[in-house]
């Protein structure tokens, strides 16, 4: 947890049942930080899938975000404190006085053990992957980053017509451990497109290369989730869910989910590391960008692109 941080994750992630419909929900409460998870949020969320993933009181998940946006990503200024603060090891599990060393930083394991966690079910990012209940993600909103993760590994996604999906890490990293996924879900021509832009996509825009299932009103979203929730917890029982979502799970296996979150996670690693060389005038990562931090770095790069290609609304506004 950040060390300005007064919240446990336990109040900014919530965890409901309705054991009448057999739907639990995960609500996302940290809206003063764009729902950005901490490092505790994420191990919580990891938890909560595992015991959702038990519970024979859950059928569906819903995952949402309070206020206005479902999250612009992880809380990067809190896990870059972690990492170069020497608090690190609490990222994998390790309390504060372990007999663990973690490898130097100009190690490339020092990144890449990063990367890999991140891919991982345990890190918090990939969890709902291996999740063998039925998922929605209500989307409104930013979807960045972290959240964005979580709309490509869910089952079902519900989008108000303001959201906007991409990620920043293809601005200052280029790489992100699901782009394996993303290619599958959203097509390789527009994965492209996004990839290389860098540029965030409307909710019209996922919904016709079938990343999103419905686009609905902001007013009407609420509504439109729970519709899609009941109507999947009563077509028909836990076992036989738990069975087509293991054959969704072998397909995606055959189709080399997991494989291309090492592979791309990998290249996020390498790049991390330093092998990436950055010219004058370039964005990359540089001390500096890192020093600054990867989130105001962004923001602060936003007038390059076109108005529409940028990724925050106030950004967007100006011409």
Known sequence: MSKAETRTAEEMMTYEKDVENKIAYITLRRPDKMNAPDTDMRMRYAELL??????????????????DDFGTGADLPEQQQRMYSGDIL???????GADVKYPAMDSFRFAQNICTHYASVRGGCRSLQEFKKISIVEVKGYCYGWHFYQAGDADIVIASDDALFGHA?????G???RMWTWIETIGLRKFQEMLFTGRPFTADEMEKCDFVNKVVPRD????EVQKY????ANNGTTDRIVMQKTFMEMY???????FGSILSGLFEGLA???VEKVEEGEFGLTPEVMKKGLAKAVKEAEEKFPPEWRLSRSGREKK
């Open 90 to 96: 609490y990222e994998f599990g390790f309390e504060e």
């Open 229 to 232: 929730a009941l109507a999947c």
């Open 252 to 258: 995606k296996q055959q189709r080399g989910e997991y």
């Open 175 to 177: 790489f992100a451990p």
């Open 220 to 223: 009407q979203l609420e509504d």
């Open 169 to 173: 890490a293809f601005r200052y990293m």
């Open 50 to 67: 595992h015991q959702a993933n038990v519970d024979d009181e859950v059928k569906v998940l819903v995952l949402r975000g309070e206020g």
């Open 272 to 274: 991390a590391s330093g």
